[in-house]
């Protein structure tokens, strides 16, 4: 059974850093890309950045204008999602999300975890 | 920046069929961003439904099927239950490793 399990998230100050974790088991970590995907209050899905299975290859959205951080640990079967410099509108539940196939469609989401930004 | 389309809501009757559309403001859907779409309940995470424009994902039940309706890509439920009652997002992969999502459709069963 696949299981996403994130962790990290609660009450930052602006200006402050975070590091969010998302622990995985009962697929082959190394073969499938993963994604941070957040969604603010009130509001829709917003795709934050992935990382190919390998660890390699990252990938962000144009808003995280260099502040975010993906990574991951195989060792671990985990990934990480580092943030920098927290801003407001960073608060939300940030999920991951594990691909099907490459970086296409997601096919398993973890429970999320929130961060909120608030001084 | 790519920017998708979704109707910010729709309302079905229980046993009626809906169409739900995801679009792009520059033009039409094409394949190879291999639309996939997600249902969302209040305080749950999303689920998977379609992927590839037209594959259910595992235990979706036959009402929903995906396909591409003129220049956009469409999910149908035919024959809604009222706990298809969600929000409905469809995301696109862009390549270079870059995904998107709409911004959701709220579908009523009523």
């Known amino acids: 059974e696949v299981q996403l399990v994130e962790s990290g998230g609660g009450l930052v100050q602006p200006g402050g850093s975070l590091t969010l974790s998302c622990a995985t088991s009962?697929?082959?970590?190394?073969?499938?890309?993963m994604s941070w995907v957040r969604q603010a209050p009130g509001k829709g899905l917003e795709w934050v950045s992935s990382?190919?299975?390998?660890?390699?290859?990252?990938y962000y959205a144009d808003f995280v204008k260099g502040r975010f951080t993906i990574s991951s640990d195989s060792s671990q079967n985990t990934i990480y999602l580092h943030i920098n410099n927290v801003r407001a509108e960073d608060t939300a539940i940030y999920y991951c999300a594990k691909h099907l196939v490459a970086t296409l469609a997601f096919d398993y989401w973890g429970q999320g975890t929130l961060v909120t930004v608030s001084s | 920046q790519t920017v998708v389309t979704q109707e910010p809501s729709l309302s079905v009757s229980p046993g009626g069929t809906v169409t739900l559309t995801c679009g792009l403001t520059s033009g039409s859907v094409p394949n190879n961003y291999y639309p996939s779409w997600y249902q969302q309940t209040p305080g749950q995470s999303p689920r998977t439904l379609i992927y590839s424009t037209t594959v259910r994902s595992s235990g979706v039940p036959g009402r929903f099927s995906g396909s591409i309706l003129g220049d956009k890509a469409a999910l149908t439920i035919t024959g809604a239950h009222a706990d298809d009652e969600a929000d409905y997002y469809c995301?696109?992969?862009?390549?270079?490793?870059?995904?998107?999502f709409g911004g959701g459709t709220k579908l009523t069963v009523l």
């Open positions: 995301g696109l992969s862009l390549g270079r490793g870059i995904s998107v």
């Open positions: 009962g697929f082959a970590f190394s073969d499938y890309a």
């Open positions: 990382v190919s299975g390998s660890g390699i290859s990252t």
